[in-house]
């Protein structure tokens, strides 16, 4: 289990050890934050405490034969309320918006800062095992430049709708440039790239295993279907079809979804993800890193395995080091562009409260020859 100092890589900022409370309250978030080694040991501690029973592994597989519910109840529950649209999407993964110049990257990175300002009061929501703040605080995030480069029902609904990928004619065919993001929620990935990429060749996938979750992408009033495809998708399901054919697409985005599935299904999915790649193509990923403070927050008896738990409402979530990511990428044939860990304090000014997260965010290309 890599501890957070052992990390190779980190977000290059100044590394900062915070013991002034007066000051340390003067901001909403501080970057790279340096852990010292008394809270990386009660760190290691309270993951030993909360990992130390096991649910039985009858509660296990229910809460795996019964994944598609728990999501689709989440999404009932919060529809489109719970994340934010995802705005640093474009200074985190450039490649989104390729003609997307610097100044701009920097423009919208201000207007977040100006938002979780006016809306303090909201940090600190990790109510049921989840934490938000992924999608709203990320507004002192530098710009980092990387390298160029099924449900039985409802899949043979979307196959009768679905043109046939033998001619070649299948959704986003005439498509220059198309991304797939896997586990698209609501739409908070989806949406600010249409509105942001203008370019015309552009053609978004997206598909999430809660059938709830794609209708509400459909029938968003952003929903254009000459720029994007929503459908239903189990990735645990290989034998599940894609619209589009192997080898097609420029970028598949992955962001906190590859931690809610279960761990020994994760590199069958990665390989078979990484399939859909043309050659230089990417995949791009930002999910919950080891120590987190939503997996501090567990309580015992909330682990089903090693680092891996389940929330008060039946989902699922992993905990990643950098090395365990790198081997999933690497073992699927895939090259390392960036692989790091984004480790920050948020502060809750109102509340006098500290939040410790940790993320992993990682680009691996697919090669453009064959690898001796």
Not at 73 to 79: G, M, V
Not at 206 to 228: G, I, M, P
Not at 230 to 256: G, K, R, T, W, Y
């Amino acid at each position: 289990m890599a501890a957070p100092s052992e990390a190779r890589e980190r977000r290059p900022f100044g590394r900062r050890l915070l013991t002034d409370p007066a000051r340390l309250f003067q901001h909403n978030a501080w970057d790279n934050v340096e852990w010292s080694e008394e809270q990386e040991a009660s760190a290691r501690s309270k993951v030993e405490e909360n990992s130390s029973q096991l649910l039985p592994q009858h509660k296990q597989e229910e809460y795996e034969v019964n994944a598609k519910k728990y999501w689709d109840d989440f999404y009932k529950t919060h529809e489109n309320g719970f994340f934010k649209d995802r705005h640093w999407l474009f200074t985190e993964f450039p490649e989104l918006a390729p003609n997307r110049n610097s100044s701009q990257n920097r423009d919208s990175v201000h207007g977040f800062s100006n938002t979780e300002e006016s809306n303090n009061e909201g940090l600190g929501n990790c109510g049921n095992g989840y934490c938000s703040l992924e999608s709203r605080t990320e507004s002192q995030l530098n710009l980092i430049k990387s390298l160029p480069g099924g449900h039985t029902e409802e899949l043979a609904a979307q196959k009768d709708s679905e043109p046939s990928q033998s001619d070649g004619d299948y959704p986003g065919s005439a498509a220059s440039y198309r991304i797939l993001e896997v586990g698209c929620g609501a739409g908070n990935t989806v949406f600010p790239i249409l509105q942001t990429n203008n370019n015309p060749g552009l053609f978004i996938y997206c598909c999430d295993f809660s059938t709830t979750a794609v209708d509400l992408v459909q029938n968003n009033a952003e929903y254009d279907t000459s720029r994007c495809f929503a459908f239903v998708h189990d990735l645990c399901n290989d034998q599940s079809p894609f619209p589009m054919p192997e080898e097609s697409l420029d970028i598949v985005i992955l962001i906190f979804v590859l931690s809610a599935i279960l761990p020994e299904k994760m590199q069958c999915i990665v390989t078979r993800l990484s399939r859909l790649l043309k050659p230089g193509g990417m995949i791009l990923l930002r999910d919950y890193g080891r120590y987190d403070l939503a997996q501090l927050r567990f309580k015992k008896g909330q682990c089903l395995s090693d680092n891996f738990y389940v929330r008060g409402d039946g989902t699922r979530v992993y905990f990643f080091t950098q090395d365990e990511l790198d081997h999933l990428f690497t073992t699927a044939g895939l090259k390392k562009i960036q692989n790091l860990v984004d480790r920050r304090l948020q502060v809750n000014r109102g509340k006098q409260m500290t939040m410790y997260r940790v993320w992993i965010q990682c680009k691996y290309c697919k090669p453009t020859t064959l690898q001796p």
